[in-house]
């Protein structure tokens, strides 16, 4: 290989992202940029993230006759002549092509192998234990058995619901509240009304996991402890009803008798398509089942008949409606017509001003305001979480090394970050024991700015208070529900229209002066909430503890 | 407009799109009377998914003179396209006040009041290609070039009165199409639809809608943006999305949506309706081949004959069916006489 086609693919060759996405090579410990000159390109393989090289190769039969080295034509020649490095709306089609209804995907196995069965003689047992555990009798108002569903087991998986949950089964610790979680044993992102026969559940009892229990077991524990402890009072809480049979959910809420919580963590209780996007790409405010939106998107056959039986679920419980923000109450108000109880606000999490709270990190070692704006993309690399712009910045950089002074960052867990050259990856898993990881992973690399380029309405966003709390301005879209309204609510950071717009004014060169002159000079404290259990203690007139 | 009558015109291998589009304009105009015109031989098992027509009329029975030796002179495309005005003319003669043509692969969404409303003020109803000048360059080459060639209307869509300009306009556009209905944009000729250039020209009370969201295609897409609001409701440049036009859609149309899409949805729309097309597929119809593309032995018909056969005075007087095979018939005497019509084409 000549020296300068060896200067220009190594600008171009993501010598990161080759080894990541193709292990064979990495393993050979040979160099990406003569491993792709060499047989990559004759392999079609990928460069980088944003050259798509049997596209190149198809779109331009020139290119393949001519046997020539088609990056190198690319930036050499292709670029100038107008050539596109890969399709137009690459990414969209890319999502259109995986978007299917929850129920026409492969279902995930979720429970580990192995685990016991239990009866309902047996969880009642162990219920009736847990409760006992808790020595001296219960303050006035205060809950003896919170019965908590949702769609996974939480404390094995990252994400905002299971970080409810902890914070919830947490409060219920320190409040002499027994736990008790339910999770389907096979995670579907669809009611399991029509799974036949009715699945297992998980058990997982004061965070810790028990096994297994067929549902009507469950329904017996429950109300085997309410003979045993009438004392105690029991409520019901469903965080989310993916994976559940409604019956089965109907039925614990009986069992656990009144006050069942009902939570938005996500617009399940309108739509099959949780987020809101119609096909999984535009956000779809949550038309009416029959309108043509919903008759063009893969979650439109369905609507109604996940409605209905949504419809059912809260005609028999007065659910009481938690929104973990106003923009989610206020859709779900205008849009669900299910009856309920009560509807309100209730924040998972709070942002607090450093100077109310002795002890809050005001200023960070850390911080500082030289050099490239550091920006950063927090969490997983999916498309509902606005990882495609992220991308689009990284190319736009790639291409034009000095379009803007920014150095970019991926903060994930590790098995979600996705190398790059130009893009520092940080491994950071944030969970019950580890609650603050990622703000204080924020802080420590000074990270200036956060992309949370959602493209559908959030309920709440876990990682933009993150950002906030990890002193970084938030960049977000306008239909990003909760961010949108928590930057504008906090003053922290910026909403630009679309995509387009916020990647404008990162590469405009202005962005840096703009974000700095705006930091405040002290990070807030990002406090935990207490789940369903502040909401029940209000309404229940209990006494503090 | 009292009563209107809305027909298509396809061969087995489009009946699935035809479905797609009698369930989509059933759904916003149940009272318009939907005629299939299947341009096939009867078929087993058709009848169930024919009964979403009001009407089905097979191409035999449109009183065609001559109709073998018409059909030999078209390929497939050609005869489908030859026999829509001579499908409308009979709507028109039957007493429909309106009579509208839609090609199979066209989906409505919204109500087609703009169209109703042109034809209450005009006889002869029809939509351009392309509504807007284009100034990229690429697009100048894709549109209005390729509409110079191939038609500057599109005839996926008419609608016509029935008045007397109305008639007479379906019977002179008959004319033409039956006695030179091709696919050859060199000569001034693309099958129905070039000689709809003329309509302007030659009849009044010709309404040229400019609704932009009639006749949405690939091939305008450049000009008009799709849009949802909070209502569901789809709509382009801010009218309501009345009818798309798939066009090509799963080929060529599929590199032309990409390229001219100016968001998400015109990608959305040609997935639903390729995810539609599949689940309304009828089993062994989709896939067979059309009737007259073969001799009565099942010998394909080489497209040279087929010219020849156009051209040549004798040949139509010396074989009286040309689609018969064995001793003494045209696919005999082409296989022992012209053997380089049965060679493939050049370049394939």
Redesign the interface.
């Known amino acids: 290989m000549a020296g300068d086609v060896f200067a220009d693919l190594a600008r171009h060759v993501d010598r990161a992202f080759y080894r990541h996405l193709y292990p064979d090579i990495a393993a050979t410990g040979l160099d990406p940029v003569a491993h792709w000159h060499g047989h990559g390109l004759a392999e079609r393989r990928r460069p980088n993230v944003w050259f798509d090289t049997a596209y190149y190769l198809d779109e331009y039969p020139d290119i393949a006759q001519a046997r020539i080295d088609p990056l190198l034509h690319y930036v050499r020649h292709g670029r100038g002549e107008g050539r596109r490095a890969r ?3 690459a990414s ?2 890319a999502t ?1 092509a995986e ?1 299917r209804p929850a129920a026409a995907r492969p279902v995930g196995y979720d429970a580990p192998a192995n685990a016991p069965i239990l009866d309902a003689t047996q969880l009642a047992a162990r219920l009736i234990a847990a409760m006992a555990a808790h020595a001296g009798p219960l303050a006035r108002g205060g809950i003896g058995l919170l019965v908590a569903a949702s769609h996974d087991r939480y404390i094995d998986v990252t994400g905002g619901i299971q970080l409810v949950l902890a914070d919830e089964q947490a409060a219920c610790a320190a409040s002499g509240t027994t736990h008790l979680h339910l999770a389907p044993a096979i995670a579907r992102l669809c009611l399991a009304d029509t799974v036949d026969p009715p699945g297992l559940l998980q058990v997982t009892l004061d965070g810790v996991f028990q096994g297994l229990v067929p549902a009507a077991a469950a329904v017996e524990a429950i109300a085997a402890v309410a003979a045993a402890m009438p004392e105690r009072p029991r409520r019901f809480a469903v965080h989310s009803p993916l994976g559940h049979r409604t019956d089965a959910l109907r039925a614990l809420a009986e069992a656990c008798g009144p006050d069942a919580v009902y939570w938005l963590h996500d617009h399940t209780s309108l739509c099959e398509g949780f987020t809101l996007l ?2 999984d ?2 956000a ?2 949550a ?2 089942a029959g ?7 893969v979650y439109g056959a369905g609507r109604a008949e996940h409605q209905a039986r949504l419809r059912a679920l809260f005609d028999a419980v007065p659910f009481h409606v938690l929104a973990p923000s106003r923009p989610t109450l206020d859709l779900w108000l205008a849009r669900a017509g299910l009856p309920f109880a009560s509807a309100r606000v209730c924040e998972p999490a709070t942002l607090a001003a450093p100077e109310h709270h002795a002890g809050a990190a005001a200023t960070d070692a850390a911080r500082r305001d030289d050099g490239p704006l550091r920006v950063a993309f927090l969490g997983y690399p999916l498309p509902h979480k606005g990882w495609p712009l992220f991308l689009d910045l990284a190319t736009a950089l790639a291409l034009d090394p000095g379009a803007a002074p920014l150095k970019l960052y991926h903060f994930a867990a590790r098995d979600a970050l996705r190398p790059m050259d130009a893009v520092t990856s940080v491994a950071v898993r944030v969970g019950a024991g580890a609650r603050l990881a990622a703000v204080e992973a924020l802080a420590r690399h000074a990270i200036e700015a956060v992309i949370v380029a959602s493209p559908w309405p959030e309920t709440f966003s876990f990682v933009a208070h993150e950002a906030v709390a990890g002193g970084a301005r938030v960049l977000a879209l306008e239909a990003g529900g909760n961010v949108a309204a928590m930057v504008r609510r906090h003053g922290a950071g910026r909403v630009f229209p679309t995509g387009d717009d916020l990647l404008d004014h990162l590469l405009s060169g202005r962005a840096g002066e703009e974000i700095r002159a705006a930091r405040p000079p002290a990070r807030p404290m990002l406090l935990p909430g207490q789940g369903s259990l502040g909401f029940l203690h209000a309404l229940l007139g209990a006494d503090a503890r | 407009m009292s009563t209107i009558a809305c027909c298509t015109s396809f061969t087995w291998g489009y009946l699935a799109r035809a479905l797609v589009l009698s369930r989509t304009l059933r759904a916003v105009h149940p009272e318009w009377q939907q005629t299939a015109l299947v341009v096939d031989a009867p078929a087993a098992g058709a009848d169930a998914a024919l009964a979403a027509f009001d009407r089905v009329v097979f191409a035999a029975d449109l009183g065609v003179p001559a109709f073998p030796a018409f059909l030999f002179r078209h390929n497939l495309v050609e005869a489908c396209t030859a026999l829509k005005p001579r499908l409308l003319a009979g709507l028109l003669d039957a007493g429909a006040d309106g009579a509208i043509y839609l090609d199979p692969d066209i989906a409505v969404f919204h109500p087609l009041a703009t169209v109703l409303r042109a034809l209450e003020q005009a006889a002869i109803v029809l939509t351009p290609h392309q509504h807007v000048p284009n100034d990229d360059e690429q697009a100048i080459r894709d549109g209005e070039r390729t509409a110079q060639l191939y038609g500057v209307f599109n005839l996926g869509f008419v609608a016509i009165r029935n008045d007397t300009t109305g008639r007479a306009f379906a019977r002179w556009w008959q004319g033409r199409c039956e006695s030179d209905c091709r696919d050859a944009p060199a000569e001034g000729l693309f099958t129905d639809q070039r000689y709809c250039d003329l309509v302007p020209a030659l009849f009044p009370d010709v309404a040229v809608l400019r609704d932009p969201g009639c006749n949405v295609a690939s091939w305008n897409l450049s000009r008009r943006r799709l849009s949802s609001d909070a209502e569901g409701r789809l709509a382009v440049e801010g009218s309501p999305l009345g009818f798309y036009h798939f066009t090509k859609i799963g080929g060529v149309g599929d590199v032309m949506t990409r390229r001219y899409a100016q968001n998400t949805l015109p990608l959305e729309l040609a997935t639903w309706w390729r995810r539609e097309v599949a689940a309304a597929g009828v089993p062994g119809l989709g896939d067979r081949p059309w009737a007259w593309d073969s001799f009565a032995d099942g010998t394909p018909i080489p497209p040279g004959l087929r010219h020849a056969w156009r051209e040549e005075p004798a040949l139509r007087a010396r074989f009286a069916d040309p689609f018969a095979a064995g001793p003494g018939s045209l696919a005999a005497w082409a296989a022992a006489e012209r053997a380089d019509l049965f060679a493939p084409p050049q370049g394939a």
């Open positions: 399709p137009r709306q969209a089609l259109l978007a119609r096909n790409l535009e779809c405010h038309p009416p309108s043509m939106a919903c008759r063009i998107c």
